[in-house]
């Protein structure tokens, strides 16, 4: 940690303790992202420094500047609590790996700013795809997650308590992962029955792991169990059905599989998020994941699109000028010849989002 003189350019830095006033009152907590309205109380009370956490920088550079191109520079807040709640999510899943103590309410302090920032503008979870390669792969999974979640909550019209507790069980999902050896993780090639057996073990390591950890809701415990269940049976590792699988955990299903499939994997390339919807739904149709929750998020997703360039299978180059409320994963591009409506056109896809 470092001390710092006080000023507003300390907004979103990380406390590293607590802040008391002169009776001794807690202030403000350690691990708090410091907010404008922080930063204002304390000059009003003549405090004029202050412990911040030092800059990790652990989070692989390619990510980094990756990120720093994908929203506005009027969004250059929210791309800068994105970075650093990267790396926090990073430093806190090597914490658990390396079996220390840790706070969790210090790293969630943090991470509940710019959770409300994407609820507050949802539009900032249409451009997460566009992040490629598979540097920091499990971090940037786990804390895109977390915003579907949250995200998906509000659709759902969750309460906000709810919803909050929804993005922890979207960041602590995969926590399980820590425990898997590496060369399985990051194996470029298909998994042997016996690696994908062992890869499976992640989601009852999560659970053992957030069972040892003090203060954590039933909910983050049951979603990094449950979450690759699937209401046909189908899934692992119990083969729940239906309701015997909890309604948070169907909630972070749908978020997990939507967000690894416009992902680089080591073992897979990343699909367009049309043609992952398109996956969510007829998965939705075979009773795997719950409907009710897919459908309103894939027409979140899809109604944020209009107006973007796309890339098609066959190569055309086009914008989305249509989006179909009946059928939002089949829009209408026009392209510099005409116009290609997708509705008509069904051997086609959306391979790309510019």
Known sequence: MIRKKLSY????????ENVYANNDTLLLEK???????DIIRLINIDIDSIYVEEEQKNIAIEVVSQVRTLWSQEDKDFTEMYVQNLDQTKNLF?????????SLQSYLNG?????????????????????????DYTYRHSLNVSLLCGVIGKLLNLSLEEIWILGQCGLLHDVGKIKIPV???QKKARLTNEEFKQMKQHSLLGYKILCNI????RHLREAAHYHHERLDGSGYPEGRRGDEIPFYAQIVAVADTYDALCSDRYYNR??????????????SFKNQLNANIVVPFVQFMLSGYAGYSVVLTDKTCGKIVFIPPDEPDRPLIQTD?????????????????M
């Open 337 to 353: 010849t005409g116009y290609v409506d997708l509705r008509q056109r069904r051997n086609l896809e959306i391979a790309e989002i």
């Open 183 to 185: 060369n399985i993780l």
């Open 9 to 16: 350019s300390l907004k979103n830095e990380v406390l590293a």
């Open 94 to 102: 090597t914490q658990i790996a390396e079996n220390k103590d840790i």
């Open 270 to 283: 990343r699909i367009s998020p049309y043609q992952a919807v398109q996956e969510l739904l007829e998965s």
């Open 31 to 37: 691990g708090k992202r410091l907010t404008t309205s």
């Open 214 to 217: 003090e203060g954590i809701e």
């Open 111 to 135: 991470y509940s700013n710019m959770l409300e920032s994407v609820l507050e503008h949802t539009s900032m979870l249409h451009t997460l795809h566009k992040i490629k390669g598979h540097d």
